[in-house]
């Protein structure tokens, strides 16, 4: 892996300010639902954010399930629950998980409708935190639940820019919040998979590198995607640098003269990966 790629020092002051104020959110809300994708679930998690939530109650949602490899997603999802976290994978596009969330949220809502009860206070909103890093489906997660789009969703990071309180037309009140990625990366290996996933925006690490990478793990991982998806059958007697030229010819990606477009072969393989064109990936496996 190139300096570039192991050294990535990227956190927009945006994100500072947002992370700052997450905290008196945090203390006011009654359950957390941090959001990752289901394709690379631990590397987009953030540990600062992590640290934040310290003992409030807190469910993991996978999403994107639709793009992940259904065998790796299972053992995450096993992974979060052996730790005692509540965990779901779900295809937010297209799937109502409304009525998921509430059976998991459940005991979680008796609690606070006992002490309301004891208190003689009226029933209260249950207030959900909506957080986790930039494109990861926050947005899509709300729209999701509310039935329609009350907010805006789009395949970039950084579209939710402020704290937005949403109320539900029953008990609930989200609060989307902007993505916030980590501050550092000890493993590099990390910032490769964000910026593979569309988290860390495009401009900050080159395509290209960023696609061998992906080529070199899809090789030994799902060999069958890169088959199945090009063409390419003779994988075991190519570099990776070799498999993103043969892209390049596949797809007609040609310069003028003639020669491979190897930049337009790294856009068009990584955004492959990011539409779920690949077949179902993940990225990393839990460390078991
Ligand atoms: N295939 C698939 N795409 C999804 C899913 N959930 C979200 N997306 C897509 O992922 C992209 C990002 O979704 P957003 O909801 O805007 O993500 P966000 O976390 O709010 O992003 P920021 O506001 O930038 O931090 C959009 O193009 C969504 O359509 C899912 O479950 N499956
Ligand atoms: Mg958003």
Known sequence: MSEQL????????HMKKAQDSLANFIKSCDLIVEIADARAPESTRNPALKQMIGNKPHLIVLSKSD???PATLNLWINYYRNQG?????????SVKVFNILR???QPLIEKKREKEAKLGMKKQPIRLLIMGI?????????NNLAGKNVVKAANTPGVTRAQQWIKLPNDFVLLDTPGILPMNYPDGSQAVRLALLGSIKESVLPNEELSIALIGYLREEYPFSLKERFGIEDLRELTSD???IKIAEKRGFLLQGGSPDISKSAISLIRDLQDGNLGGICLEKPRC
Request: one cysteine or more; a neutral charge; charged letters at 15%.
């Open 6 to 13: 192991k050294n990535v020092h990227y956190y927009p002051g």
């Open 67 to 69: 793009t992940s490899d």
């Open 85 to 93: 976290t509540i965990c779901f994978a779900a295809d937010l596009k």
């Open 103 to 105: 059976a998991q949220a």
């Open 134 to 142: 930039p494109n990861v489906g926050k947005s899509t997660f709300i």
């Open 242 to 244: 070799e498999i993103l």
